[in-house]
């Protein structure tokens, strides 16, 4: 992978663990129930497969149209990969070290989202109360090792993701 292809990968990056980070510090500071919304997680899906497709395109196109299968996949990942790096940096020195009540708070909120939603679909109540004892039992989603553990499983769907998308943006020159 070249080096203006590889940097360019990092500043895409940059510039998503830097909007993921925004959204999570403005979460933080104005409306902390926002963090416990489905919908959020969803906007971050996207906004980080979209940002990968960005990187893996532009990447193609600073090489005059052609790239191989390993350097846009190497361009998706190196973008999703620092960007999920930095918001995982960020939330845990918020919800460990800056504020950690307000990981006890949204632990809280996120169950009385999590009830809410069950019984909106019907749920059996020995179903939500199980829900709710699994969910109270769990350590701080927030600490080093949880937030280790579902990022490194997060990046391994993003890499699945993220061969899928170099399958469909890899052109080299023998295809042209």
């Known amino acids: 992978m070249e080096t203006s292809t590889k940097s360019s990968a990092i500043n895409h990056g940059l510039y998503l663990g830097g909007f993921l980070a925004l959204v999570t510090i403005l979460g933080y500071a104005l409306y902390l129930d926002l963090l416990t919304k489905w919908w959020l997680g969803i906007i971050f899906l996207i906004v980080i497969i979209i940002a990968g497709i960005v990187s893996a395109i532009k990447s193609k196109k600073m090489q005059g149209g052609f790239i191989t299968f390993k350097e846009a996949f190497s361009s998706y990942f190196i973008t999703v990969a620092i ?11 918020i919800f460990n070290f800056v504020d950690p009540e307000a990981a006890i708070t949204l632990k809280e909120k996120t169950i009385e989202t999590t009830v809410q939603m069950m019984r909106n679909f019907n749920a059996p109540e020995d179903a939500v109360a199980q829900t709710v ?3 109270e ?3 701080n989603q927030f600490s080093i090792g949880p937030q280790l553990q ?5 990046l391994v769907i993003q890499a699945v993701i993220g061969l899928i998308v170099a399958l469909i943006v890899k052109r080299n020159p023998e295809n042209a």
Not at 83 to 93: A, E, P, Q, R, T
Not at 150 to 154: C, K, L, P, R
């Open 150 to 154: 579902s990022n490194v499983i997060f």
């Open 137 to 139: 039992a769990q350590k």
């Open 133 to 135: 004892e699994q969910m």
């Open 83 to 93: 960007g999920i790096l930095i918001s995982m940096v960020i939330s845990i020195v």
